[in-house]
């Protein structure tokens, strides 16, 4: 098993067999129509032309008892989509699909009130694996190709969970409801409640957002464990609140002005590390099954400040090679 990771992207490819592939041609005439009812031929605001990708948007039932269903957008690759794996982005160079998930979220919904059926990890992955096995009757010409997980933040929890499941379902799947699981893809995953709290104030320390005074009040008051924290802590907390006022949390290297404070990067912005033009895009650390990465000048959501960086990671990860050593 192997992973690559970015300074937000976890990665984890299985090998799986291939099975044969269907087209679009050897499609017979029902499925394609229920395809067609959920196709994408024109948005509010969009240029008269055709685009020059099928996109495809609607909803999965998921639990029929319950009224659940989760909403998706499918969009092809533009070049040879046939050829091309699929990545299933939750968050929500490929074929994408798009998922609101869990029921309740974004435009996807459910019937039952949350005190009948409350949400959790374990539902929301449960629910999105039905949605993938009844996707994948609604489109079967995609169900042969590698298939990849990828989302960011709280999909530190979707993803794995997501993973886990599909690898544990795939052992006992019949042949038409087995998927061609390949691997997962993490941008800057949330994981752990605690630990994250407290990368939080050690990546704010390291890049001298907070004082001294202040991290050592963090270490002498705060256990992030604790249900109920402390009086001196939480004063910690709005001290270190207040200055996140005035700095993009999420992407405190942001070429944008944003929040209304100055765009002190705005004279740098032509310096963005790119190994294209010789510049550092990043770096890497490779362990057994995982690799590590951290892009240069990215924030929260790598593809949103560095899109160039990111799609190199993006291609060589389904390319299943390691991201290059020198300029390229």
Same mark, same amino acid.
């Given at each position: 098993?192997?992973?690559?990771?970015?300074?937000?992207?976890?990665?984890?490819?299985? $090998?799986?067999?291939?099975?044969?592939?269907?087209?679009?041609?050897?499609?017979?005439?029902?499925?394609?129509?229920?395809?067609?009812?959920?196709? $994408?031929? #024109?948005?509010?605001?969009?240029? #008269?032309?055709?685009?020059?990708?099928?996109?495809?948007?609607?909803?999965?039932?998921?639990?029929?008892?319950?009224?659940?269903?989760?909403?998706?957008?499918?969009?092809?690759?533009?070049?040879?989509?046939?050829?091309?794996?699929?990545?299933?982005?939750?968050?929500?160079?490929?074929?994408?699909?798009?998922?609101?998930?869990?029921?309740?979220?974004?435009?996807?919904?459910?019937?039952?009130?949350?005190?009948?059926?409350?949400?959790?990890?374990?539902?929301?992955?449960?629910?999105?694996?039905?949605?993938?096995?009844?996707?994948?009757?609604?489109?079967?010409?995609?169900?042969?190709?590698?298939?990849?997980?990828?989302?960011?933040?709280?999909?530190?929890?979707?993803?794995?969970?997501?993973?886990?499941?599909?690898?544990?379902?795939?052992?006992?799947?019949?042949?038409?409801?087995?998927?061609?699981?390949?691997?997962?893809?993490?941008?800057?995953?949330?994981?752990?409640?605690?630990?994250?709290?407290?990368?939080?104030?050690?990546?704010?320390?390291?890049?001298?957002?907070?004082?001294?005074?202040?991290? #050592?009040?963090?270490?002498?008051?705060?256990?992030?464990?604790?249900?109920?924290?402390?009086?001196?802590?939480?004063?910690?907390?709005?001290?270190?609140?207040?200055?996140?006022?005035?700095?993009?949390?999420?992407?405190?290297?942001?070429?944008?002005?944003?929040?209304?404070?100055?765009?002190?990067?705005?004279?740098?912005?032509?310096?963005?590390?790119?190994?294209?033009?010789?510049?550092?895009?990043?770096?890497?650390?490779?362990?057994?099954?995982?690799?590590?990465?951290?892009?240069?000048?990215?924030?929260?959501?790598?593809?949103?400040?560095?899109?160039?960086?990111?799609?190199?990671?993006?291609?060589?990860?389904?390319?299943?090679?390691?991201?290059?050593?020198?300029?390229?």
């Amino acid at each position: 098993m192997k992973v690559y990771t970015l300074s937000s992207l976890l990665l984890s490819t299985l $090998v799986l067999t291939l099975a044969a592939r269907p087209d679009a041609g050897s499609l017979d005439a029902a499925t394609i129509a229920v395809q067609e009812l959920d196709r $994408v031929l #024109s948005l509010p605001g969009q240029p #008269s032309y055709s685009p020059a990708f099928k996109q495809y948007s609607g909803y999965v039932t998921t639990d029929e008892y319950l009224g659940k269903a989760l909403f998706y957008w499918f969009f092809e690759a533009t070049d040879k989509p046939d050829e091309k794996p699929l990545v299933l982005w939750l968050n929500g160079a490929a074929n994408l699909l798009f998922l609101d998930s869990p029921a309740g979220v974004g435009f996807s919904y459910t019937n039952t009130s949350f005190e009948k059926d409350p949400p959790g990890d374990n539902s929301t992955a449960h629910g999105s694996y039905t949605f993938l096995v009844r996707w994948f009757q609604r489109f079967p010409q995609h169900k042969a190709k590698e298939f990849y997980i990828a989302g960011e933040s709280y999909a530190g929890h979707y993803v794995p969970q997501l993973a886990k499941i599909i690898v544990e379902e795939n052992k006992m799947a019949s042949k038409e409801n087995y998927i061609n699981f390949k691997g997962i893809l993490i941008g800057n995953a949330y994981m752990d409640g605690d630990t994250d709290l407290w990368g939080i104030v050690d990546s704010a320390w390291h890049h001298a957002i907070i004082s001294d005074n202040l991290y #050592s009040d963090f270490q002498k008051n705060c256990n992030f464990s604790m249900v109920d924290l402390s009086p001196e802590c939480n004063a910690a907390i709005a001290q270190f609140d207040a200055l996140y006022k005035i700095i993009d949390i999420y992407s405190l290297y942001t070429d944008r002005c944003e929040l209304g404070y100055p765009d002190f990067n705005n004279s740098i912005s032509a310096q963005v590390g790119r190994t294209s033009s010789g510049r550092v895009g990043g770096w890497t650390v490779v362990y057994d099954g995982l690799i590590f990465v951290t892009v240069r000048g990215a924030g929260h959501m790598v593809p949103s400040t560095q899109p160039d960086q990111a799609l190199e990671l993006f291609k060589h990860f389904l390319a299943n090679k390691n991201l290059p050593s020198k300029p390229f």
